[in-house]
């Protein structure tokens, strides 16, 4: 990585631990949340203000939900990096969820799984969990539709 460059990473939190292996939940939470989490907080109400405001400062951003945890994750420059860190910490203290931007947000998922119906080896993986043991999270469907 760049020496100009700093990475922040958020601990995780029991209490808003979200998975593809989330055992209280019948869909996947953690896919859903991290979907929709970027999109806007009340303390920076304009959409993608996130993401313009990473770029505008030589960053990236991205989450993944893994079998046992979601990740979120950004870099950036030095001089952006304070003002980026109070943008992703509001996503987990005061996220906004437009209906409109939600069902964007819905229909990218659902396009992301569509996509992955084409690949071989994603059809494998979904096979072998769906021939896994009903009862364990690994059998749960891990990508949203």
């Known amino acids: 990585m760049d020496l100009e460059k700093k990475l922040a990473k958020i601990v995780q939190d ?5 998975s593809h292996y989330d055992y209280n939940s019948d869909i996947t939470t953690g896919y859903g949340v ?3 989490l970027f ?8 959409e993608d203000n996130y993401s313009k405001y990473i770029i ?4 990236s951003t991205n989450a993944f939900t893994a079998s046992e945890q979601t990740n979120y994750y950004f870099d950036v420059n030095k001089d952006g990096f304070e003002e980026a860190l109070d943008r992703f910490a509001q996503f987990f203290t005061k996220p906004l969820m437009p209906s409109d931007a939600t069902m964007r947000e819905i229909k990218a998922v659902d396009s992301e799984n569509q996509k992955n119906l084409l690949s ?18 690994y059998h ?5 539709n």
């Open 14 to 18: 029991s209490d808003t631990y979200y």
């Open 34 to 36: 991290g979907a929709f």
């Open 39 to 46: 999109l806007m907080s009340e303390k920076y109400p304009v």
């Open 56 to 59: 505008k400062h030589g960053g």
């Open 120 to 137: 071989d080896g994603w059809r494998m993986h979904q096979l072998q969990k769906h021939i896994s043991a009903e009862d364990h999270p």
């Open 140 to 144: 749960k469907f891990s990508t949203g």
